[in-house]
């Protein structure tokens, strides 16, 4: 079965960078929407950008203008670039897709990659 691996994660200051990657594991997927979620420590999943298969976005609120999507459709990848990261960013972020290889889309997430902004 494929499953979706994020990468990118790690311990940064306030106002740093990361960029995260996800990428399917195994054959079988080809990349259509995709989002990035996070999930901070006692609080809900919740949606932090998407990417359709056209490439246009959406970002929520709290990270419009500093975060962005990007997606790679040779290698079936996505990104998340995130400047200026703040304490608040702090969270563990996972990938979903959705994967139309085959006869029919499924729906697909990764295990996460925690991200830490943190002086």
């Known amino acids: 079965q494929v499953q979706l691996v994020e990468s990118g994660g790690g311990l940064v200051q306030p106002g740093g960078s990361l960029r995260l990657s996800c990428a399917a594991s195994?054959?079988?997927?080809?990349?259509?929407?995709a989002n990035w979620y996070r999930q901070a420590p006692e609080k809900k999943r919740e949606l932090v950008a998407h990417i359709s298969s056209d490439g246009s976005t959406y970002y929520t609120d709290s990270v419009r203008g500093r975060f962005t999507i990007s997606r790679d459709n040779v290698n079936d990848t996505v990104y998340l670039r995130m400047n200026s990261l703040k304490p608040e960013d702090t969270a563990v972020y996972y990938c979903?897709?959705?994967?139309?290889?085959?006869?029919?889309?499924?729906?697909?997430w990764g295990q996460g990659t925690q991200v830490t902004v943190s002086a």
């Open positions: 979903n897709a959705v994967n139309i290889y085959g006869l029919s889309p499924s729906n697909v």
């Open positions: 195994g054959s079988g997927f080809r990349l259509d929407a």
